[in-house]
């Protein structure tokens, strides 16, 4: 996806965020309680809508992106799986309600 990112310069089409990432056993991960929501990134510039309102706004953002990207990234993943022999199975974005209630678990503000 980074490298798809740099070549289409999405960077200058649509910004760019830098959000905190660790190594959990050789994945990057940003769910993880020490790292933070990336939506208090978000909330700096929105102050004034609130935090869940910003949350619930980043969460719709979200999903377009992946409507956007999922078919293309579906694809990708499929065919990187194939060719190192693995098991390929689709799943759908999150939906709006599941990325609520993972950005409202305690320990994530």
Partial sequence: MEAYFTAKK?????????????????????DANDVGVPSRLI????????????????????????FMLD??????????????????KATAPKGHTRMMNKASMPGRR
């Fill in 10 to 30: 999405l960077a200058v089409r649509i910004g760019s965020l830098e959000l905190p990432c660790r190594d959990v056993a050789g994945q990057l991960r940003q």
């Fill in 43 to 66: 909330l700096e510039k929105t102050q004034l809508l609130g935090a869940q309102t910003t949350d619930s706004v980043s969460a719709m953002v979200l999903r377009l992106l992946a």
């Fill in 71 to 88: 078919r293309q990234f579906q694809a990708i993943c499929e065919e990187v799986t194939t060719k190192y022999n693995g098991t390929f």
